[in-house]
């Protein structure tokens, strides 16, 4: 019966000090659309991301993520292509990001953002054959500004560098999708 009173006790003070939390945080939700590029094996590769995320306060927001990289030229194997022997490969990136701004209000803000999940490289031999996926751990960091049109569009570009541990994938050497990238996007805001 102790037992039982502290955990209660406990739970009704962690909950009392966390409410001013959820308090200050409301839902403000965006959604963001942004092409990069990243550099793969010295070779620059572009990138698609769409985000649903929402502000959390005046300087942070919270989003999720998916990315998405053709590495081949086929890489969503077309039964047109010509020659079946090429590899088509294509990279799928899902996870959380978070990012953080200097400034509570500025039209030039300074902001870092960082980032974690799951990444799926997809590879198709043939028109013939299913594909083969391969799942993998992926993480970035990033660091740029934000150009803030007004309470409901914002522009930003970052420049930063994600990590991918993996093994050799087809013709991608050994950790190769860990690279640095750049990307512009916009956010606009839902509500």
């Not at 751990?137 to 569009?153: C, K, P, R, V, W």
Request: aromatic share 12%; hydrophobic share 40%.
């Amino acid at each position: 019966m102790k037992k039982l009173r502290k955990y209660l006790i406990s739970l009704v003070l962690a909950s009392l000090s966390l409410s001013s939390l959820t308090a200050a945080v409301t839902w403000d939700p965006y959604l963001a659309f942004s092409r990069g590029n990243a550099t793969i094996e010295e070779e620059k590769l572009s990138c698609y991301e769409l985000a649903v995320g929402s502000f959390l306060g005046l300087r942070g927001a919270i989003e999720l993520f998916l990315l998405a990289q053709p590495i081949s030229v086929n890489c969503l194997n077309s039964s047109d292509a010509h020659d079946s022997g090429v590899v088509g490969t294509c990279v799928f990136m899902t996870g959380i990001k978070t990012s953080i701004t200097l400034f509570k209000d500025a039209f030039v803000n300074p902001m870092i953002q960082a980032g974690f999940g799951q990444m799926m490289i997809t590879s198709f031999e043939s028109p013939s054959q299913q594909p083969e996926f391969f799942w993998n751990f992926y993480g970035s960091i990033a660091t740029g500004f934000e150009i803030d049109f007004g309470d409901s569009f914002k522009i930003y570009l970052l420049c930063g560098i994600r990590f991918t541990q993996h093994d050799q994938v087809m013709h991608i050497e050994k950790n190769g999708l860990s690279s640095k990238y750049s990307s512009i996007g916009f956010r606009v805001q839902l509500s």
